[in-house]
């Protein structure tokens, strides 16, 4: 059989690639040869990577960009072999790593990505070039199972993995002397068997890099750092969804906890008590990103929270945000009153403090004095005067409201309206010609109104005040690279928007999963909103002794879109599914 028709042992051509690809009618015939031609006698660059930078579209049924991706997965089937994406962080380093050398790795452009019993997983870029997998089941004792990946991702992750499991290595061997404190309350019959690591030794402060490089790049909003009985586990939220992505020595993962307090400004030798700390940094692309640490002391050691926050968030529109065109325009009419209190509902994490950031950063004008009292401050904005509750020397919010009206402000903003000391002196500051926006925790916007009352605010000075009620919650979006056309199920539709009788989409889009988004099938989140304007009718019912079923009847004969309504919209619309809406949205007679 000649060698154009099955290479052996020969690493892949241009010229061959462009066959196959026009044999299989992925490009023009015309097309290979002039490419081929133009390229005739270059070496060094991988064919792969030289076809993906013309930029070609398929011309198979669905049409798509020729990426190194796309055509290492094209090529994965031609021959025969399995292909495999390489995602850092599904790869165990510590164990790929010690599989082979990494000069043995780089000469052959091969890459561990899998270690099993008696197996082991190694992604190659040249399907034909198999000499060396004899020889090493042999040194090995390990049979060898060999899968396709872009040449791209074995270049770039291949000097990554050694590099961190060296580090991990060394850094477990490293000691700073004598232990600081019982970090774990099982070392008290084991003290002195585990040290800790000098947080500025230069491999720690690698790992440190290297956790919030991937966490960027994986768009995280939290990093969590947990110790266990043995090991340390770190897990990225991505789209309010926990991913394990790590397994550490319990004394890198303390290593690393100690190095980010010492960038956080916090005491690393306090491990008994919570502490709060915060880091600013600048990610690969050169965007500023800022960090809020938040330790807790657990049996097994010192717990460390990072929420990631990105300054961009803030110069999104409402829209971006996934408010409607009838809710922007709500809600801007609210936010241009000169004075009153508007509220925002929802449970932790529900996007409250990103609509009032980014309200405030359109609100906050050369003309216009902007005060904020949070706890803590999520992000530091420079149009805004931010004041960090403390309640230790007794600043709490009602003390720092009370503060804030002594500094000639236009707009307030209060983190969180917690007691009836923060309520009152809220109404206040309505009351004195100032506009106030503030976050309450309740299931949906009429509950707002009961918890005031239950506060003890009477009904004649919400009636003052108030100008309206959003409740909000997050919702994944589908991934727009692999959403498909899908049929909806007429009941569970009909139970998302009773009693409202919404009518049944002709069609939905469904959630099938691909590399862009992780195969979860969604990327990213919006929100959904419940908008409630205290009317004149609401107040006539709230100066009555009126109960939350009233307020809710009249808030939607008066046209309020309940979460779940508001959910449907965008299920209606290809933007998420139905049980992502049932999942985050509560059903309109419920609340929490």
């Not at 998302?496 to 049944?504: C, F, G, H, I, S």
């Amino acid at each position: 059989m000649s060698k154009e028709v099955r290479p052996l042992e020969a690493r892949l051509t241009l010229v061959q690639l462009l066959g196959w690809l026009a044999q299989d009618g992925v490009i023009l015939a015309a097309d290979a040869e002039l490419l081929a031609g133009n390229r005739k006698g270059e070496h060094g660059l991988y064919p792969l990577v030289l076809i993906a930078e013309q930029k070609w579209l398929s011309r198979t049924l669905p049409a798509r960009l020729l990426t190194v991706e796309y055509l290492t997965e094209w090529l994965a089937a031609r021959t025969g072999m399995a292909y495999f994406h390489i995602d850092p962080l599904q790869l165990n380093f510590g164990s790929v790593a010690n599989v082979v050398s990494k000069s043995y790795a780089e000469r052959l452009k091969i890459m561990p990505v899998k270690v099993g019993e008696g197996e082991v997983v190694i992604a190659t870029s040249e399907p034909f070039v198999t000499d060396w997998v004899a020889e090493l089941e042999r040194i090995l004792n390990l049979k060898i199972t060999r899968v396709l990946a872009s040449p791209l991702d074995i270049n770039r992750y291949l000097p990554e993995i050694y590099s961190l499991a060296n580090s991990v290595q060394q850094a477990s061997r490293a000691r700073a002397g004598q232990a600081v404190g019982v970090q774990n309350f099982e070392q008290l019959v084991e003290l002195g068997k585990n040290k800790n690591l000098d947080a500025n030794e230069q491999h720690v402060v690698t790992l440190v890099d290297w956790l919030f490089k991937y966490a960027f790049e994986q768009r995280a909003s939290d990093i969590h750092l947990e110790p266990r009985r043995d090991i340390g586990i770190v897990r990225f939220r991505i789209d309010g969804v926990l991913h394990q992505v790590y397994q550490l020595p319990v004394s890198v993962n303390n290593a690393i906890t100690n190095r980010i307090k010492l960038l956080g400004r916090m005491d690393m030798v306090e491990k008994r008590r919570p502490q709060d700390g915060r880091i600013k940094t600048v990610s690969a692309s050169g965007d500023e990103i800022e960090l809020r640490l938040s330790t807790m002391p657990t049996a097994f050691g010192e717990k460390l929270v990072m929420r990631i926050f990105d300054p961009e968030i803030l110069v999104k529109s409402f829209a971006d945000l996934g408010f409607s065109r009838g809710q922007t325009a709500l809600w801007d009419q609210w936010t241009a009153q000169p004075c009153g209190i508007i509220l925002v509902t929802g449970p932790t994490g529900s996007g409250k403090t990103t609509t009032l950031y980014s309200t405030l950063k359109q609100l906050a004008t050369p003309e216009v004095n902007v005060c904020t009292v949070e706890d803590p401050i999520e992000m530091i904005e420079p149009a805004f005067n931010q004041m960090q509750v403390q309640q230790n020397i007794g600043l709490n919010f009602a003390t720092g409201v009370r503060t804030l009206l002594r500094q000639d402000p236009d707009i307030i903003m209060v983190g969180e309206i917690r007691d009836a000391e923060t309520a009152e002196m809220a109404i206040q500051a309505a009351l004195t010609g100032h506009l106030v926006l503030s976050s309450l925790h309740t299931g949906d916007a009429p509950s707002a109104i009961m918890r005031l009352h239950e506060l003890g605010v009477p009904s004649y000075l919400l009636n003052s005040t108030l100008l309206g009620v959003m409740a909000q919650r997050l919702v994944r979006t589908l991934c727009p690279h692999c959403k498909a056309a899908g049929k909806i199920n007429t009941d569970e539709w009909q139970e998302l928007v009773r009693p409202w009788q919404a009518p049944v989409p002709p069609s939905v889009s469904v959630a099938t999963g691909c590399l862009e988004c992780r195969m979860t099938g969604y990327r990213g989140r919006t929100g959904i909103y419940e908008m409630l304007p205290f009317s004149v009718d609401m107040q006539r019912l709230v100066s009555g002794v009126a109960d939350l079923a009233a307020i809710k009847a009249l808030a939607i004969k008066e046209g309020m879109k309940p979460l779940r309504l508001s959910g449907a919209e965008k299920v209606a619309a290809g933007l998420t599914t139905l049980a992502e809406v049932v999942k985050v949205a509560p059903p309109f007679e419920s609340s929490f």
